[in-house]
């Protein structure tokens, strides 16, 4: 029935908007308040599985392995109250997007998503311009008593809209520039494929995407400016591999790997260069430090980790104090294959590397190959999985968001709806 359809569309864009705003909605309602959104969406996915009767054969072995190991990881954990609510908002988030895969089309996600992006980069937009024009003055999370000086990673927002060609970042109703960048990256994606396919008008199209671009100037993320040109480059791989042969896309594939490869080392090597031109230190932004500190943690218990927890817990053993930078207490490894070490040890990162490397093939098998009949999507549409698991790729290395709200949502359904995806076509070649 086509209202219960739109209903499943409305559920997925309120999903989107409120895990990939993140702190937009706890700002202003509090961790409880956020809390009590989860679980009223939690509720609802529960209830449309449960109604929808949903087969879950088929799940990604890779996924259903991670998802158990964090939830067997209790057993070990030197934090198990944390770790139970870790494997929990694990499974939860995972679920929901389990259920948006089988239960909507990629056109209903594409439209759930830029619901979801424009009101997020509206609502940032905005916030930032009365920030600067009206309230004149950097401003705080709500709810929130700082004493003394306050480290400037603290704002809501620094009030650098009118300074941003002298270098000024916005942080926009997220509160982080960085997270702002990534959405912004996903809006203009997003929107420019809206476009090309004709499932928006020209004013609105061309108005949202300019609204998104200027967002990612804005923003100024270094880690972003890099998503993009390596999506970019997909892209034009994408392109030339759908006018080839089996045998050719093989030779093509193999080739981008090895070359992939090379570059990433070349950035290593030179790496100091690299950051120079994005405008970013030697030491990216901390994080050096960061990773060396989780690095001799997770040496300490290398083969089964410390247990999951996805955001790390400050108030117990070893967060607490464990990554301190000019007084800010940082709750995440800025690195998910570094996080996903730490929590689950080696058995855990080789299950993540199998998940996250059997996504990428499919969502590019997804992108090239095409199907036939009902489960047939336009070429345009067709990118959108690819090119969302790229940018997750690159920010995998710089962030561990892939790993909780947004990013986990995103993660999930690429792995689970690009294999429906492969399930099609290898029923139209029966």
């Known amino acids: 029935m ?38 009223v969406l939690g ?200 006018r080839l042969g089996a045998r050719a896309r093989i030779r093509l594939l193999a080739v981008s790997a090895v070359t992939a490869v090379a570059a990433l080392a070349l950035i290593v090597v030179f790496r100091d260069t690299v950051l120079g031109l994005l405008g970013r230190s030697g030491d990216l932004t901390n994080r050096v430090d960061i990773w060396a500190a989780v690095t001799e943690l997770a040496l300490e218990r290398p083969w089964f980790g410390w247990g999951w927890v996805s955001y790390w817990a400050p108030w117990v053993e070893p967060f607490d104090g464990l990554a301190v930078i000019k007084g800010v207490e940082y709750l995440q490894a800025h690195n998910a294959w570094l996080d996903v070490w730490l929590q689950l040890g080696v058995a855990g990162l080789v299950v993540f590397a199998v998940l996250v490397v059997t996504m990428l093939l499919r969502t590019v098998s997804w992108a090239v190959d095409a199907p036939l009949g009902d489960v047939a999507d336009s070429p345009a549409l067709r990118l959108l999985p690819a090119l969302i698991a790229t940018v997750l790729l690159v920010q995998s290395f710089a962030e561990s968001r892939i790993l909780i709200e947004g990013g986990l949502l995103l993660l999930v359904w690429l792995a689970v709806a690009s294999r429906t995806h492969g399930r099609a076509l290898a029923g139209i070649g029966r």
Do not use: K
């Open 2 to 39: 086509s209202w219960l359809r739109e209903r499943r569309v409305a559920l997925a864009a309120v999903t989107l908007f409120v895990l990939l705003a993140g702190d937009g909605v706890r700002y202003p309602l509090t961790w409880y308040g956020w809390g009590a959104v989860i679980a």
């Open 43 to 242: 509720v609802c996915w529960v209830a449309l599985a449960v109604r929808s009767r949903l087969p879950w054969r088929g799940v990604p072995i890779a996924l259903a392995l991670f998802v158990g190991l964090a939830v067997l990881s209790i057993a070990w954990s030197a934090y198990r109250l944390e770790s139970a609510i870790g494997a929990g908002l694990l499974v939860l988030t995972s679920l929901a997007a389990v259920v948006m895969a089988r239960t909507l089309t990629l056109e209903q996600v594409v439209r759930a998503l830029g619901v979801a992006l424009r009101w997020i980069i509206g609502l940032s937009l905005v916030f930032e311009l009365v920030v600067a024009a009206i309230i004149r003055r950097p401003v705080l999370p709500w709810w929130t008593d700082y004493e003394g000086e306050i480290p400037r990673a603290f704002y809501w927002s620094r009030n650098e809209l009118f300074e941003v060609l002298d270098g000024g970042r916005i942080q926009g109703i997220v509160g982080n520039a960085n997270l702002l960048g990534f959405a912004a990256l996903l809006a203009i994606i997003v929107f420019t494929i809206q476009l090309v396919d004709h499932r928006v008008g020209q004013a609105a199209g061309y108005g949202w995407l300019a609204a998104a671009a200027l967002a990612f100037i804005c923003a100024g993320s270094a880690s972003m400016i890099v998503a993009a040109a390596v999506a970019a480059i997909v892209l034009g791989l994408i392109v030339v591999a759908r």
